[in-house]
């Protein structure tokens, strides 16, 4: 008998660690009916963004059912349940320079030609483009997936050294996004100010970024796609960002503007 309980208790164990690593995790949740199925696709590993945005799933896991799709421990250019998004009302993307099967990102494809919402943050306006390569063979990429998808124009960045000082954009204030959040005026980041400008032409600036010496850039923003699906993008987003009082509110704000009608 004390053989069969340990025997039980090892294939627990190896039951846990297939959880964490073997598919996509949903986010313990409260049971509530109807909610909207909000998936999100996390593969970088500079900026702690599955550690950050696995806190901030828990304080929206009442409104939303919540999956999170990682990218596979064995093979970084793989997502291991992505089939996760057939089933999603809004994609949200923190992914760096992956180039995806063809058919998980055949996926991602088909899920925007739909209309549907999708929200950026940080390294999503890099997610699936190689950085003057060619993607290997079986493999695919999404060069334009900046421009038109999220409606930014990333080029490079400033230096990681620059402190940057946060502005909302008096263009943006009516916004329903930015409108009614509880922090005002100005505030610093520590993320690397990204050179996106200029946006693309539906893009509208809710918040500015700027290091010294240097013009400022935008830094949050909202772009009507042409396949009449409406993103969100903005440039923050490491670790010291979801601690802080702009990035919570700011992306919470824009689930609920891009799932609103």
């Known amino acids: 008998m004390q053989r069969i ?3 039980l208790l090892v294939f627990g164990l190896c039951l ?10 949903d986010v313990p949740k409260a049971e509530t009916s109807g ?7 996390v593969a970088e590993r500079e900026y702690e963004t599955m550690r950050s945005l696995r806190r901030f799933s828990e304080d929206q896991k009442k409104s939303y059912r919540i999956t999170i799709v990682a990218e596979d421990p064995n093979d970084r250019n793989r997502l291991i349940g992505i089939e996760s998004l ?8 923190s992914v760096r320079r992956r180039t995806l099967p063809q058919e998980q ?19 999503a306006s890099h997610a699936f483009s190689l950085r003057n390569k060619q993607p290997p063979e079986g493999r695919a990429d999404w ?11 990333y080029t490079n960045h400033h230096g990681n ?8 954009a008096d263009e943006g204030s009516d916004h329903s996004i930015i409108k009614d959040m509880n922090v005002k005026g100005s505030y610093s980041s520590s993320s690397s100010l990204y050179r996106v400008s200029p946006l693309m032409p539906d893009a509208k600036v809710l918040m500015r970024g700027q290091v010294k010496g240097h013009p400022s850039e935008p830094i949050a923003w909202t772009f ?7 993103s969100f993008y903005t440039s923050l987003g490491n670790a010291d960002d979801f601690r802080g009082q702009v990035l919570p509110e700011l992306l919470a704000n824009a689930i609920a503007w891009g799932l609103s009608k």
């Open 143 to 153: 060069q334009d997936f900046d421009q038109t998808v999220l409606g930014g124009n």
């Open 161 to 168: 050294e620059l402190q940057v000082e946060l502005t909302f």
């Open 35 to 41: 909610r909207p199925h909000v998936v999100m696709l």
């Open 86 to 93: 057939q089933t999603a009302d809004l994609l949200l993307v």
């Open 105 to 123: 990102l055949g996926l991602i494809r088909k899920f925007v030609s739909q209309g549907k919402p999708v929200i950026g943050i940080r390294t």
């Open 5 to 7: 309980r340990l025997l």
């Open 224 to 230: 009507k796609r042409a396949d009449g699906g409406k």
């Open 16 to 25: 846990c660690q297939v959880g964490n690593h073997g598919h996509a995790e």
